[in-house]
């Protein structure tokens, strides 16, 4: 009760500059009433002390009408003050006029409820391109990286990888090239910060301050303005493991996620250590909700599957009714889909997944 109080208090606050506009308009609907009062009953001012001595020579029509005149301008002026006050925060930066503004926010208000399954480029690819379409988006990202920054975030401070997240928070973001170019700075030194980039650290000392990654991610997200929301696929410390032919006909396991595409030869099959980690509930709910689902762009091996490999996830998918889509990448990945057409990927996707997704 004590935080609705303080919340309906803060309004009233100095400062806001809200209170002359609010006590205008109120007195110019007082105006109104006190005109439509003289319209409709002239016979008690007669009672009236003041229009006895001093007004009578006024008639009630003349009174009216000063005061539906005064009454108006004072609401004209108040609302128009009004207007300005509370929508200058979101027309700050002079680029788009409020109703486009508001008309674009409304229409990806109601825009399909769209679930994307990948990793971090491919996938803030086409983030960048639903979001000027609908805000009912959810990214739901692999946590199998273990290369680069996010490899030794992981392994320092044992958290999920950031920086497939990084990428699609970039793109979901309001300001997306600002926050990209931040999120993306790499800093060079000879000390421990080398080679992290700001966006993996953001995410990491979120995740600090809230207690969780996901947590972090929700913050994060709400901090930056992010059309949509990105959550994990798993909570689970994964390994992504691939079982690969070699030119010598020799079949290794490589297990991580950077050694898979590294390691010369055929990707047979990719699975993941544990087996079976338990999915993200507000994945399978996005699924669940969905009106479609995108898988891709992205790495078939190292981004996608690993989504598609937690068994909870391609249950959910195959319970929803929603329009499925895979997009696979135009080119070929070196060391991972050499040679293969897109019928291949499908193939690849059947022999992982079953037939009939």
Not at 53 to 60: E, G, I, N, Q
Not at 151 to 156: D, K, P, S, Y
Not at 325 to 338: F, H, K, R
Request: positive net charge; proline residues 5%; charged residues 15%.
């Amino acid at each position: 009760m004590r935080e609705k109080w303080r919340a309906y208090t803060c309004w009233i606050k100095p400062g806001l500059q809200l209170k002359r506009w609010l006590f205008l308009l109120l007195l110019g609907v007082g105006l109104l009433c006190l005109g439509t009062f003289f319209l409709s009953a002239p016979d008690p001012l007669s009672r009236l002390h003041l229009y006895r001595s001093k007004l009578r020579w006024l008639s009630p029509a003349y009174l009216a009408s000063l005061s539906f005149s005064i009454g108006v301008a004072s609401l004209g002026i108040s609302l128009w003050q009004l207007k300005r006050v509370l929508l200058a925060p979101f027309t700050a930066t002079g680029t788009r006029p409020y109703p486009e503004i508001l008309r674009s926010y409304r229409q990806r208000q109601r825009g399909a409820r769209i679930a994307v399954i990948g990793g971090g480029h491919g996938q803030a690819t086409i983030l960048r391109g639903l979001k000027a379409y609908t805000s009912n988006l959810t990214a739901i990202v692999t946590v199998a990286d273990d290369g680069g920054s996010s490899g030794r975030l992981r392994r320092e401070m044992g958290i999920l990888p950031p920086g497939d997240f990084r990428n699609c928070i970039a793109a979901l973001a309001d300001d997306e090239a600002l926050i990209t170019r931040i999120f993306q700075y790499r800093f060079r030194t000879n000390a421990g910060l080398d080679g992290h980039s700001f966006g993996n650290l953001f995410i990491s000392a979120m995740s600090g301050v809230t207690g969780s990654f996901e947590d972090a991610l929700a913050k994060s997200s709400q901090m930056l303005a992010v059309q949509g929301r990105v959550v994990p696929s798993t909570l689970e410390a994964i390994m992504l493991a691939a079982d690969i032919q070699k030119t010598t006909g020799s079949i290794t396991r490589v297990r991580g996620e950077s050694q898979v595409s590294q390691t010369k030869g055929a990707i047979l099959r990719a699975l993941l250590e544990p087996s079976s980690p338990p999915a993200y509930p507000g994945a399978i709910q996005a699924i669940l909700n969905a009106e479609m689902i995108i898988m891709g762009p992205g790495s078939l091996y190292t981004s996608i599957l690993p989504n598609l490999l937690v068994p909870e996830i391609i249950k959910a998918i195959r319970a929803s009714q929603a329009l499925k889509v895979y997009i696979c990448n135009l080119a070929t990945q070196l060391g991972e889909t050499d040679d293969y057409t897109a019928a291949r990927h499908l193939e690849v996707l059947t022999a992982h997944l079953g037939p009939n997704l």
